[in-house]
């Protein structure tokens, strides 16, 4: 007989694993110099794991401000999904074709380190933008969604946009199309989370662009339903590499196998 139940989830450990896939984490300094000039870039998402999810994002970048907008579509409805600015490794999407570490050879996070680098920048709709917050998905948007936000940068991250260095991720994939995160195995930035609540579901690479005119559209960051989270309070970090974090939490679904 099968059970369902529903679970609050840490992603405390997660935010930190993924945070630290080749990033430094440092977080913004007071100060900024604001010499890394200006760009702008464009990037196409194309899905990943078969996912079906795509999308575009556009960025400018005007000393250490920057201004993001991403549209996505394909993605699980009502549930949260984590964005990030990748840099590192070779600043590239992986090959779709790779054969991963998943159910099936799915593609998993730590799969395309190599090719994408670590988280750099959260694309969360308030609040922190830092590697902290890779996977505070109370602050992500849920299903497909619109998605636009004007933040600060540290210098790093700064010059390497200048530079069109980077990639832009999208994260959560329903592999067995039930319409929820779950399944047997474990994620591999927490062991806690099911793989599919983690796995990348489409990226793209940033590319210097010459754009005539910001894309047109409003600043919506999700559908505005909660459904699938639940708050968590702040959670103290281990091992001295945070401070304090505030997590959100996956209300999953897991099936249980009672003999």
Same mark, same amino acid.
């Given at each position: ?52 999810? !795509? ?74 933008? !830092? ?35 980077? !990639? ?26 099911? !793989? ?64």
């Amino acid at each position: 007989m099968r059970t369902t139940t529903k679970r609050l989830l840490p992603l405390f450990a997660a935010t930190v694993a993924l945070g630290t896939l080749g990033a430094s984490g440092a977080a913004l300094a007071d100060d900024h110099d604001g010499g890394q000039g200006s760009a702008t870039l464009e990037a196409h998402l194309s899905e990943l794991n078969d996912s079906g999810a !795509s999308g575009t994002a556009w960025i400018t970048l005007d000393g250490n401000e920057v201004t993001v907008k991403l549209d996505s579509s394909g993605m699980l409805a009502e549930a949260p999904h984590a964005q990030h600015i990748h840099i590192g490794g070779t600043n590239q999407c992986p090959d779709p074709n790779m054969e991963g570490t998943g159910v099936d050879g799915a593609i998993r996070t730590t799969d395309a380190a190599d090719s994408y680098g670590g988280v750099q920048v959260s694309l969360t709709k308030e609040g922190d933008t !830092s590697p902290d917050s890779a996977l505070a998905v109370d602050r992500f948007p849920v299903g497909d969604a619109t998605y636009e936000r004007t933040f600060e940068v540290n210098d790093d991250v700064a010059a390497s946009l200048a530079k069109g260095d980077g !990639s832009v991720v999208l994260h959560g994939v329903d592999h067995n199309g039930n319409g929820a995160y779950d399944g047997d195995q474990e994620s591999d930035l927490d062991p806690s989370l099911p !793989s599919e609540a983690t796995d990348p579901a489409a990226c793209g690479t940033l590319d210097l662009a010459q754009m005539e005119q910001w894309p047109e559209g409003g600043a919506e960051t999700g559908d505005g339903t909660t459904a699938g989270i639940e708050q968590s309070g702040a959670l103290l970090a281990g091992g001295g590499l945070l401070t304090a974090a505030a997590a959100g939490g996956f209300a999953l679904r897991r099936r249980q196998t009672q003999k």
